[in-house]
């Protein structure tokens, strides 16, 4: 069965830093390609950034600049830093990985930024 759990998220001022964590386990990590989400009440959930198991990335544009995704296929854990955090970061945080034609979720870690 494949896992993810996500950590790291904290309550912090607009303009500061939090990394983001996604363990994973049951799956073959290096040969998948792992994304961030993000959602608030109300919202669809939005497309933060991706790595390939090539390593190659994207990032949703709101946070081009900002954050940076990363992975470590030693410990099969996907990370996100986030730098120069606004308000309109405040989310609740997803690890996602598509596996067998079906997508897997992890709980979700709340980030939010007071200004």
Partial sequence: ??????????????????????????LTFNRHEMRWYRQTPGKERELVASIAASGDTNYGDSVKGRFTISRNNAWTTVFLQMNN????????????????????????TQVTVSS
């Avoid at 308000?87 to 596996?99: G, K, Q, S």
Wanted: proline share 2%; glycine share 14%; aromatic share 8%.
């Fill in 1 to 26: 069965q494949v896992r993810l759990v996500e950590s790291g998220g904290d309550s912090v001022q607009a303009g500061g830093s939090l990394r983001l964590s996604c363990r994973s386990s049951g």
């Fill in 85 to 108: 955090l606004e308000p309109e970061d405040t989310a609740r945080y997803y690890c996602n990985v598509r596996y067998r034609s079906q997508d897997v979720w992890g709980r979700g």
